[in-house]
């Protein structure tokens, strides 16, 4: 699984739709070239999980994701014996006994992200999402895991990934990992993009958006980030906004459809008032100056 | 990078350059970093540079010292095998000299050392405004290096060249003599790349007095490059100063500097100052195809549209406008001076400039920039 060159995968990673730059191209490259995972980091909305589902489609490998949450524990990350199914397997063989072995059998296993990862034959991307929400043991645990793609099941033994599978681990750095863990992984820091390839990634993903619309809306949500917001819009609040003014049939942007669909933007009442009450008809002025000039 | 050796010595050192400006590089850290190496292009310096960076950095914190480390490691080393970049530059040559003085010890072999990193480092970083003069001083030698940066053009003048595409006559001809007039042996020519033009307006009104010593020192620096560079000082109005830094003592150079100008540390007319340097400067095309820089903390006495519409008259001729503002280092700075946000569409690059790590920065704006708008 992989691929020769940078190039070849930033290709293939363009024909999936995501537009890396040459940093994150390098990162997710390595990754498979030194079975490494790498963890991405960036701000909400710079397209670290769909950095990772990209690089799914680049490989033809199916995505695997575990969505991290406070609390995660084993059951719902790697495994859980379903005992409905025992139940009514002692049941119906009420008459005869049912052996230990035949109840931890691996036909009653419910089978969790990780452990679907580790067993699956297929190539596998496997997604941690948001891994900082996770708690510590469940990092501690995480690292076993990545380090020899092992999992053991105390009724079953060990099972080992005959393939390793593409590890992409994100976070949005609401607190900081182990260093054990990082240790483990390469490192990408996502930031926004450049206004030139935020143009492109919308042009890319809101295919027949007028050229001049999309400049303005990328230079506009550029503008934003200048600004003191509670939240700065990333790349995929562009796409949507850019998204939802193509389809209002817009060539152009100007204050009174900008003031209409603000909302696809900024998500904080603060910020669009901040906005609205301020800077809205400057930023637009900003953003048609940049891409008429 | 082509021996396998100098490879692994080189990323060691660097991987302890690396321990110095603070980040914790173990060696499972630097064997990634190799093995990573050898999968990928190593003559792409942005390959190299993403490859170290995926393998040797674990937070965000370190993306900016591992970047400056990165840059004066390797992009500053003598590593071409052409031989064009074998003499060190100056700004190394200079932290060697340094950090021998430091340790009472005669120069060695030239080779370069990870020494003096982190007193160089916290030069770096001082605001210009808090600086003492012989910090200024110590800066003075730095700046050489920063100031030298700037984006090539092609020129129209063809240079002997061996993968040229014009075949040079000339000295096929001569050539040719010792084949008994056979041209067996073929040479060529190729247009040559010189550098561009730099046009430099700096602000020296008194809300940008703190910064205005530091600054004229890196403009002399960059008016003793050698390269085309011409400097005017403005607040009231407009003084070109280039003559008086072309001296090669700094501080005569400002003196000089000093003399001729007449309205040191008064208000400033940003507007009124543009517009003088166009009418007359510009009409003799100077700006035409050069790398305009202005330097100012954008506080305006005068009439914000007059400087919107004088820079866009800059901005429409020159090849790039850079705006320097001291001001824009300081974490919570908005461009929200009148004069300031009236230039800003007609700004390619807006940078930072109040200390050297951020003059730095502006050398490779400089170095890299590109026409944005349309000619």
Redo the contacts between chains.
């Keep these: 699984m992989g691929f020769e060159t940078i190039d070849g995968l930033e290709t293939a990673l363009h024909d999936a739709g995501y537009l890396p730059d040459r940093g994150l191209a390098t990162a997710l490259y390595l990754s498979l070239t030194l079975e490494k995972p790498v963890l991405l980091e960036g701000e909400a909305g710079v397209g670290k999980t769909e950095a990772a589902k990209a690089l799914a489609t680049a490989l033809g490998a199916r995505l695997i994701r575990l969505q991290c949450y406070e609390g995660l524990d084993v059951q719902h990350a790697v495994y859980e014996w379903n005992y409905l199914r025992q139940l009514l397997r002692i049941r119906a063989a009420q008459e005869g006994t049912v052996s230990e072995e035949e109840l931890f059998g691996r036909e009653f296993l419910i089978r969790r992200p990780l452990l679907e990862a580790v067993e699956s034959d297929e190539p596998v991307v496997l997604l941690i999402d948001e891994i900082d929400r996770a708690d510590d043991e469940f990092e501690a645990f995480l690292l076993e895991v990545l380090s020899d793609f092992q999992i053991t099941i105390p009724e079953v033994g060990t099972i080992t990934a005959e393939r390793r599978p593409a590890v992409v681990l994100t976070s949005n750095r609401t607190r900081e990992l182990h260093d054990a863990l990082k240790r483990r992984c390469l490192y990408h820091w996502i930031g926004h993009p450049s206004l030139e390839r935020e143009v492109e990634i919308v042009r890319l993903r809101v295919p027949g958006i007028p050229e001049r619309l999309a400049g303005q809306t990328a230079a506009f949500v550029r503008g934003l980030r200048g600004l003191d917001l509670a939240k700065p819009p990333g790349v995929a609040e562009t796409i949507d906004w850019a998204h939802a003014l193509a389809a209002l049939g817009r060539e152009e942007l100007d204050a009174a459809v900008v003031e209409d669909t603000l909302g696809s933007v900024l998500k904080y009442h603060e910020d669009l008032e901040l906005v609205r009450d301020s800077a809205l008809a400057a930023l637009v002025e900003q953003a048609r100056a940049a891409q008429t000039a | 990078m082509s021996a396998g050796v100098p490879i692994v010595r080189q990323v060691v050192t660097f991987g302890r350059c690396l321990r110095e400006a603070g980040l914790?590089v173990?060696p499972?850290?630097l064997a990634?970093a190799l093995?990573?190496l050898t999968?990928?292009?190593v003559t792409r310096p942005?390959?190299v540079y993403?490859?170290l960076?995926?393998?040797l950095?674990?937070?965000?914190e370190e993306?900016e010292p591992f970047d400056r480390a990165f840059r004066a490691w390797f992009l500053r080393r003598p590593s071409r095998a052409d031989g064009r970049e074998a003499v060190p530059p100056p700004a190394r040559r200079v932290l060697e000299q340094q950090a021998r003085a430091d340790r009472g010890a005669p120069a060695e072999d030239g080779q370069p050392h990870e020494i003096g990193w982190s007193a160089h480092e916290v030069l770096r970083q001082k605001d210009f405004a808090a600086m003492t003069p012989e910090e200024l001083a110590r800066l003075r030698v730095l700046l050489d290096d920063v100031a030298a940066r700037r984006p090539l053009r092609r020129s129209r003048r063809l240079r002997p060249h061996h993968r040229g595409r014009v075949l040079d006559l000339r000295r096929v001809a001569r050539l040719s003599l010792a084949t008994g007039g056979d041209p067996l042996e073929r040479a060529f020519r190729r247009r040559s790349e010189t550098p561009r033009k730099l046009v430099v307006l700096c602000d020296i009104s008194g809300s940008m007095e703190k910064y205005s010593r530091a600054l004229l020192l890196f403009l002399h620096a960059a008016v003793g490059s050698g390269r085309r560079v011409e400097v005017f000082a403005f607040g009231t109005r407009l003084t070109h100063l280039t003559a008086d830094l072309a001296t090669r003592d700094p501080e005569k150079a400002l003196a000089a500097a000093g003399d001729r100008v007449v309205d040191w540390a008064a208000g400033t007319r940003i507007g009124d100052s543009v517009k003088a340097y166009n009418d007359v400067w510009g009409r003799r095309a100077l700006t035409r195809g050069a790398v305009v820089v202005v330097v100012s903390d954008g506080w305006d006495r005068g009439d914000p549209a007059l400087v919107g519409r004088e820079m866009a008259r800059l901005?429409r001729a020159a090849y790039a406008v850079v705006w320097v503002n001291p001001l824009k280092g300081h974490p919570a700075y908005?461009p929200l001076a009148g004069g300031m946000?009236a230039a800003?569409?007609?700004v390619d690059r807006f940078v930072a400039g109040h200390n050297l790590a951020s003059l730095e920065e502006l050398a490779d704006v400089l170095a890299g920039i590109e026409r944005?708008?349309?000619a």
């Design positions: 914790e173990g499972g850290r990634d093995t990573g999968h990928v292009d942005d390959d993403w490859t960076r995926a393998t950095v674990t937070r965000a993306v901005a908005q946000q800003l569409p007609h944005r708008h349309a």
